[in-house]
């Protein structure tokens, strides 16, 4: 249970806790001498995994690279194995099942242990990437030094167009203090070698463990943000949105920010009213989106409800704490 005693700084060797579970290649032969690895991690979801897979096949670019399915049910000869060979034949792909269940955050940090590659690109099963997605990363690379991780912008809706007007912006901690504001895992293209040294994907941290993660990640390594979309990130129906999910998420997330904060020796006062104010306006969304009974006592992660006035100024202090401080 996340509470104020949680250190998300902390290191944790979440690679320590799937060690004792193999993964079985069913086919496949990476190519160690390339640069890049496409990694999907998979589990009972045939109907979108084609489409992620043929958008990693497509991609318009003049180097090779790989491909590497990891599939976290352990069922032999399920629907997604029998998918899965009429791509027995590439050559750029392999196929691997966990011989158990990880879990969400295990088959994550798997696939970085089975990639050869400097680069690894993490590709949700349900998402698809442009044809220009490698070659326009490839470029941007070559323009920044030491990345540890390069997010493009995600599309909610598919448009494979190249728009050329995306900036690059380095992000550290202090930048998500209002949230995620990198999005999802999914199209983070990492130094494979820095990801494993951070400890990986924490599964006790979920729902948050992508925003937890990242959030440490950025105040270890540069996190680069690319402002144009590569990528098409499919919005569906799931866990995430149950009512028990999102006040998990809500907890996470106020501890989280209060933790970004309090680094920056911020007034636990400037901390408090800004952090209630925006759990407040969360609810009210959430409310109005998805859940109109929806509750979630400030209580529960120590907080009293402030004005709307009181919010406001607060986050005006930590904006204006942040721009003298960049």
Known sequence: MIDQNTDFFAYVDNFAKIKEVDSVKVFGDEDSLTEYTIAIPTYKRTEYLKEAIDSALNQDCTFSYNIIVVD????????????????????????????????????WNRLFQLSKTKRVVMLHDDDVLYPFYLSKCDLLLQGINDVGVLKPKEDTTYNPVLRESGKIVRLTDFNFYYGNICGTPSGMLFDKEKFISSGGYN???????????????????????????????????????????????????????KQILNRQGLPNFIINDFISRRTIRTCEKLKQTFHSNFTFSLDNVGLKPVSQIRGILAHAYIKLHMYFKI
């Open 72 to 107: 976290n049910n352990p069922e032999r000869g399920d629907d997604t194995e029998k998918m899965m060979e009429s791509y027995k034949n590439s050559k750029i792909i392999s196929y691997y099942k966990n011989a158990e269940n990880l879990g969400m955050a295990g088959n």
């Open 203 to 257: 599964q006790d941290f979920y729902p948050s463990l992508d925003y937890c993660f990242h959030v440490r990640f950025s105040s270890l390594f540069n996190f680069y943000f690319y402002d144009s979309p590569l990528m098409y990130y499919r919005i569906g129906v799931n866990e995430s949105l149950k009512v028990e999910t999102q006040k998990k998420w809500l907890n996470n997330d106020s501890y989280l920010i």
